[in-house]
């Protein structure tokens, strides 16, 4: 079902296709694109999560994503606005609610680029946090079945926290 939380097990392909899709968005935004990243939880080796693979790109100025709504639609990536994230550009490639790609844009470098990156990393490099946020993420699908929304913002303070503990980290 579209609405459903479901986390699958890690998948080691998840790799693989954030490689070949991150090779199309590169041929697109060319040097536009100052850095791109695969975040997420797709992005954590010996991480669950619902098969969706999440892509982040860095631009110099958000402004210029406009000109790239077209010839990403021509692959499969629909734009999605969303006011109340301003910060970034979003795309979406699969059906709403049931994408297999989200396609974030980000000011390079900003808070936002930085916080996906700290929290991806801090989970690669602690094994008992990894658990800990996997288990998180079960237990709110298993309490949320049918609604993302709400799954996504019980993760929330988790996820604060830890980029809090990673910018404490980077302080020492």
């Not at 100025?61 to 606005?81: A, N, R, T």
Request: proline share 4%.
């Amino acid at each position: 079902m579209k609405n459903s939380v479901i986390i699958e097990g890690f998948n080691s392909e998840w790799a693989l296709e954030y490689e070949k899709e991150a090779k199309k968005i590169k041929n697109i935004l060319g040097v536009k694109i100052i850095s791109i990243e695969h975040i997420g939880s797709t992005a954590v080796k010996g991480l669950g999560a619902k098969p969706i693979i999440d892509i982040m790109a860095g631009v110099k100025d958000l402004k210029d994503v406009d000109e790239f709504i077209e010839p990403l639609s021509q692959i499969g990536y629909e734009f999605v606005f969303h006011k109340e994230f301003p910060f970034r550009r979003f795309f979406r490639k699969g059906q709403w609610r049931a994408g297999t790609h989200h396609f974030h844009i980000y000011q390079y470098p900003s808070e936002y680029w930085t916080n996906n990156l700290l929290f991806r990393d801090y989970l690669r490099n602690y094994p008992k946090v990894l658990k800990q946020y996997y288990q998180l993420k079960k237990d709110l699908a298993e309490k949320y079945p049918m609604d993302r929304i709400l799954y996504t913002s019980a993760k929330a303070p988790f996820i604060e926290e830890i980029i809090n503990k990673a910018k404490n980290e980077l302080k020492c």
